[in-house]
């Protein structure tokens, strides 16, 4: 059965925000971007939705490009974690449905955690505990 489409916003577009990116917009969802880095938000441009060069902390950009009509948000930047933690202040105030971010390190976890995050990614250790269990089972393709 084919999925209901969903639109996303995804703010920072390293290998992880790329990623969830081109698979969201494979898949036929609305997907807007936002990187402060040009270069990366023109890789992206033709395949989704809505892609835009801005800083994700400027609240009167993300209220004027009208991000709270879409349903799910994606922090994805990954080493400046003042941003992190302001973007996600920001969209959760914004009322956000679900808010996803990645962690740098367990205390940006746990502040992600205190700011009402409602998904908190730590992808190195995530994939690892994945990994673990598909060697455990034999099934390392399968992750
Ligand atoms: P990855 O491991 O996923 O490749 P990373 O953890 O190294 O990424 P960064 O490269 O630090 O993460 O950040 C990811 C992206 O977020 C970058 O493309 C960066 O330009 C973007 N970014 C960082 N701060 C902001 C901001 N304030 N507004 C918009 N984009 C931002």
């Known amino acids: 059965m084919k999925q209901a489409k969903r639109s996303f916003l995804v703010i920072g577009l390293g290998r992880f925000g790329e990623s969830i ?13 936002i990187d402060k880095d040009e270069a ?3 890789k992206v441009a033709d395949l989704v939705t809505q892609a835009v060069h801005a800083d994700a902390t ?3 950009v993300l209220k004027e ?7 799910e948000a994606i922090v994805a930047i ?20 679900r808010i996803v971010v990645k962690a740098k390190n367990d205390y940006h976890g746990r502040v992600l955690e205190k700011i ?3 998904v908190i990614i730590h992808p ?3 994939m690892g505990i994945r990994v673990a269990h598909s060697i455990l089972s034999g099934n390392i393709i399968d992750f």
């Open 124 to 126: 190195e250790k995530d």
């Open 40 to 42: 990366k938000v023109n």
């Open 65 to 71: 490009l009208g991000v709270s009509n879409l349903d």
């Open 116 to 118: 009402g995050a409602d």
């Open 78 to 97: 990954g080493d400046d974690i003042q941003a992190s933690i302001l973007t996600t202040l920001i969209l959760k105030d914004m009322g956000f449905e």
């Open 21 to 33: 990116t081109k698979t969201l917009a494979s898949l036929d969802h609305e997907v807007m971007v």
């Open 58 to 60: 400027d609240e009167s």
